[in-house]
């Protein structure tokens, strides 16, 4: 049984940094496709950012340049480094596991509970 657990959400001004943190049990982490997906208040759930086995990473237009995803596959942990923080990046963050398979793309089949980050001043 897969379990993820996502932590280091919070209230941060805009223009701040957090730093999400996921970590899996139950799985051949370093074979893994890992993601971050977001969802906001009233809208449909959004990626934000994945990273392959390995080390291959992707990014929605809308964090390109601010967040960025890494894993450290000695502590079965994915994070989420987030700068410049936005009001309208204000949702629950979730984890994801799965696999990337070439000529299909990723494939997410699990979740964590998510966590909440709030950007406000």
């Known amino acids: 049984q897969v379990q993820l657990v996502e932590s280091g959400g919070g209230l941060v001004q805009p223009g701040g940094s957090l730093r999400l943190s996921c970590l899996a049990s139950?799985?051949?982490?370093?074979?893994?496709?890992m993601g971050w997906y977001r969802q906001a208040p009233g809208k449909e759930r959004e990626l934000v950012a994945r990273?392959?086995?390995?080390?291959?990473?992707n990014y929605a237009d809308s964090v390109k340049g601010r967040f960025t995803i890494s894993r450290d596959n000695a502590k079965n942990t994915v994070y989420l480094q987030m700068n410049s923080l936005k009001p309208e990046d204000t949702a629950v963050y979730y984890c994801?596991?799965?696999?990337?398979?070439?000529?299909?793309?990723?494939?997410?089949?699990?979740w964590g509970q998510g966590t909440q980050v709030t950007v406000s001043s």
């Open positions: 994801t596991n799965g696999n990337y398979y070439p000529g299909q793309g990723y494939v997410f089949g699990y």
């Open positions: 139950g799985s051949r982490f370093s074979l893994n496709a």
């Open positions: 990273i392959t086995s390995g080390g291959t990473t």
